[in-house]
């Protein structure tokens, strides 16, 4: 006689060997995503353990954009899916007879979003940063086994629905209230810690670079690698700059200092742009200046770059409420001949250098030439190491 392949003699096995696997991988998903949650707040003394060359680094995770959700590391989320999945293979396991296809369905479920998850990361850190991060890639293979393992288990049970029995994990879960609310809470208080651990350095490192290293200066006053770079609010590469310095100084923010100078190309203020078609550049500038004044710099750096096509006075004043300026000297001082002054004296000291277009970066007085393109600049800031 034949035995079924759902036949208990054949499932015990199968899925026993399957919530095994679930359950190593999820304990190795942890592991590995705490390890990373520690390298992403102690990356100067930790970084270096997965730094093997410009290619294989741990750096990747110093790419806030990429690294971040919320301004919460990604090795939180991590972290918290793998312990979820770590219960739920638990409770698989330990299912008895009719309940044995319970949460089969949510860690199928569960193991292909970590894939696409993954993927993506995958992805960016392999064509977008050109670079691999050992410990992410551990992180990619357990992704890939949950799916194997996962897959397993159903087709054990005769490939049931899916979605049918992931409603009915959705309904289960929701009865035990106790347990449900329980957990909620246990994760918006490891998010909510986190959120607080990671926002606490970048409010102390800014108020640093307001105090010591100038309100048009971002970065480690200290660094040895100093960044002038000479730009127009107006100018579309000059944005193509600003978006990769950005990317610069997520990655080196603690070896590098950026400075920004202005060098509208307007007649208006730029006696050499006498052709300049740029006509709301100067003022950009001087509005950018007075924010400097009340400390707002890099926030009307970056809206005047996002919506560089609305530039002008009603955007300047909308920008300016919206940081809630002080108005009335926010406007005394764009109509300030000082102001004025201010930005000339800036031209000149582009015009001494020989700056002749925007953006024209300067890493420790030697000019930088290459694309703007992050991959291109970060080889001129490693040549230094």
């Known amino acids: 006689m034949t035995l079924e392949k759902t036949d208990p003699l054949i499932l015990a096995p199968r899925k026993n060997r399957s919530t095994l696997g679930l359950i190593i991988t999820s304990l190795l998903g942890i592991v590995d995503s705490l390890w990373l949650l520690y390298v992403h707040w102690n990356f100067e003394t930790a970084g270096q353990a997965c730094t093997i060359s410009s290619k294989v680094s741990c750096e990747v995770i110093r790419y806030k954009q990429y690294s971040e959700w919320f301004s919460i590391p990604v090795p939180v989320y991590s972290a918290i899916f793998y312990l979820l999945f770590f219960g739920l293979a638990l409770r698989v396991r330990r299912n008895r007879n009719a309940k044995d296809r319970r949460y089969i369905a949510s860690l199928i479920l569960f193991s292909i979003a970590a894939l696409v998850s993954t993927l993506y990361f995958g992805l960016v850190s392999w064509f977008r940063l050109e670079m691999l991060c050992i410990y992410c890639s551990i992180l990619y293979v357990l992704s890939f086994l949950n799916v194997g393992f996962s897959w397993n288990l159903w087709r054990a049970f005769s490939e049931f629905s899916i979605v049918e029995e992931w409603i009915q994990d959705v309904v289960q879960a929701f009865n035990h209230k106790k347990s449900f609310l329980g957990g909620m809470v246990l994760i918006a208080g490891i998010l909510g810690v986190s959120w607080v651990f990671s926002s606490g350095p970048d409010l102390a490192n800014r108020a640093q670079n307001k105090t010591e290293s100038g309100v048009r200066s971002?970065?480690?006053?200290?660094?040895?690698i100093k960044i002038v770079v000479f730009s127009d609010f107006q100018c579309p590469a000059c944005k193509l700059g600003a978006q990769m310095l950005s990317e610069v100084e997520d990655v080196f923010?603690?070896?590098?200092?950026?400075?920004?100078?202005?060098?509208?190309?307007?007649?208006?203020?730029?006696?050499?742009a006498r052709f300049g078609s740029h006509y709301q550049a100067c003022a950009a500038a001087k509005a950018a200046y007075c924010a400097s004044l009340q400390g707002h710099f890099w926030r009307f750096h970056d809206q005047f770059f996002d919506q560089?096509?609305?530039?002008?006075?009603?955007?300047?004043?909308?920008v300016a409420k919206k940081e809630s300026l002080d108005m009335k000297q926010f406007e005394n001082c764009i109509s300030d001949d000082q102001t004025h002054q201010a930005v000339v004296n800036d031209i000149q000291e582009g015009n001494e250098l020989e700056v002749n277009a925007t953006p024209s970066i300067y890493v420790n007085g030697r000019r930088y030439t290459g694309p703007l393109k992050f991959s291109s600049f970060k080889k001129v800031i490693e040549s230094f190491d």
């Open 253 to 272: 923010s603690h070896k590098i200092e950026i400075t920004y100078k202005f060098y509208p190309l307007d007649p208006s203020c730029n006696e050499r």
């Open 308 to 318: 560089q096509d609305r530039l002008g006075k009603d955007l300047f004043e909308e």
């Open 218 to 224: 971002t970065g480690n006053p200290n660094a040895n």
